[in-house]
């Protein structure tokens, strides 16, 4: 989905310039994202199959819950709609644990490079992973 994303400087300060994401990957412009890792009290990690229909990295596995952050939209409410949007889970911002701001550059191709800031984020994950839901299927492909 094409939304419009906030444009950043190559050291993640906000330029007060917004383009859609599309263009923002074309032309290799900087730009905010999410990543938020869930865990378990027993050391475990959810991570999440990408889909076969994705630019970029299909079919491997990926961090549990990342997104592009909506122009305008706090850093928080984009991690908590990713959240509910990808898994069906819904948090509230405490829940979110934030371990950093990552910067990553990522030429793909002449024509998508993705130049983002990651928001990266712990949250415990409190619930069994079947009330999880799969975006893509009637029923939850977690094990």
Known sequence: MDELVDI??????YTGKTVMKSE???????HPTIHVWFYTKTAKVLIQLRAKNK??????????????IAAGETIETSAVREIQEEIGLDISP?????????????EHSDTLVDCEFHHTYLCELKVPLKVLKDRKAKSPTYN
């Open 8 to 13: 950043l400087d190559a050291e993640g300060n």
């Open 55 to 68: 630019d970029t990295h299909p079919l491997l596995w990926d961090v549990s819950v990342a997104g592009h």
């Open 94 to 106: 405490e829940d979110l644990n934030k371990i950093g701001v990552f910067k990553s550059v990522q």
């Open 24 to 30: 923002a990957h074309r032309k290799g412009l900087f």
